[in-house]
């Protein structure tokens, strides 16, 4: 997890939290406890009677405001006989996070720090990539020319590196050369 930020209520309009929330999915994830004062934690409470309310409107504004739909862990604790809500959101898997309403481009949160800052192109590219699950070192290189030499020579290193972390020699024996085959499949 990112981090806990407190917050003495929840606060009226909804996206001030939402912002949050989409940052912490589209980073480390973090928890939102609502009930303790963020500058003293002091446990300031709610009122019991609201407390299953308060819940079904958080979750009811991350449904409502984010895509793709981020399913928060929403849970409520009795401390010093005060009920606290405690919002948990885990590091999202399909980023990245956005507010619907304002789009991708500009509803985009990353978490710097203790803040939420609006992602920029780089980062909206690289949250992208990786809600492809696919890494850098996957991606073709636009623009570069592989000469059969290189890979000649990528194989024969790959060869020798192999047969220099093993110490039995027959076992060294045993290892093939690499091929541009052996590469591909």
């Not at 940052?23 to 009930?35: E, R, V, Y």
């Not at 803040?115 to 696919?134: I, N, Y």
Request: glycine share 6%; with cysteine.
């Amino acid at each position: 997890m990112n981090l806990n930020i407190y917050k003495a209520a929840l606060p009226k309009r909804s996206e001030t939290y939402i912002k949050t929330m989409t940052a912490f999915a589209n980073t480390s994830g973090g928890t939102l406890i609502i009930g303790i004062d963020d500058s003293t934690r002091s446990v300031i409470g709610m009122d019991k009677d609201s407390v299953f309310q308060i819940m079904d409107s958080i979750a009811n504004a991350v449904s409502d405001s984010c895509e793709p739909q981020i399913v928060p862990d929403i849970s409520f604790q009795t401390i010093e006989g005060k009920c606290i809500v405690i919002v948990e959101i885990y590091a999202g898997t399909n980023r990245p996070y956005y507010l619907k309403h304002t789009g991708k481009e500009n509803g985009t949160y990353i978490r710097v720090a203790g803040t939420s800052r609006q992602a920029d192109a780089v980062k909206l590219k690289e949250l992208e990539l990786e809600g492809t699950h696919a890494s850098w070192d996957e991606q073709i290189c636009i623009g570069y020319e592989v000469k059969e030499d290189a890979i000649d020579k990528l194989c024969q290193d790959i060869h020798r590196y192999m047969k220099s972390a093993i110490d039995s020699s027959e076992e060294k024996r045993s290892i093939a050369v690499i091929t541009v085959e052996h590469l591909l499949n």
